[in-house]
């Protein structure tokens, strides 16, 4: 477990801000290994476009996540990560969480609940700032949670944030952009789930 001393502000420091509801009650030692915590960026990376919280940004909502296909496969992903794999789902960026929580509860969306924190730039900035702070968030949510480095994965569109995270973390970098893609999916669900295609999230 790594120990993590972080130098935020007394209120944003507090443990109980970054504790996880706790679901899954099994310890198998495949299970104490497999990924539990996946962190996604915002804008660029759950989005397609960046969101800024103006008036526009909540009236063309679907438009901005890359159209319908893409937000229903987005929702699948989310759904099978959390209902069926067990995993903590929490989003970290440097937007305002009025702003991402207001984006993620329109009528064409609907996903804030499929997240269980969500993390804005006060958070980053506590824990190092735009580069480094998401890195150190998680590490601190490890240490909260009696998680080992090894059982998060972080996915970023940005590689200046990514190559700040802790070498244990494993990552996913976000090539294109407009944000997770099909292949983006494909990979996630082969790499850390041994899980084929996307069409596996329908069955």
Known sequence: MSKFSHNTTS??????????????????????????LIGFDFDLTLTSFRIFGEKKDFENGEELMG???????LKKLLKYLKFKKNCWLIAISWNHASVMKQFLT????????????????KFVQAFGGYVEGKGKLLQYMCNVNKLALSQVL???????????????????????????????IDDILHVWFNDAQTEKLSK
């Open 106 to 121: 329109q009528p064409s969306i609907q996903m804030l609940d499929l997240f269980d924190k969500i993390y804005d730039r």
């Open 11 to 36: 209120d944003l420091g507090s443990p109980e801000l970054y504790q996880l509801v706790s679901r899954d009650k099994t310890t198998t030692e495949d299970q104490k290994k497999a990924i539990k």
């Open 67 to 73: 159209g319908k296909y893409r937000v229903e496969a």
């Open 154 to 184: 972080f996915i970023d569109d940005s590689q200046e944030i990514l190559q700040k995270i802790h070498p244990d973390i494993s990552t996913k970098w976000i090539k294109g952009e407009h944000g997770i893609q099909k292949k983006d």
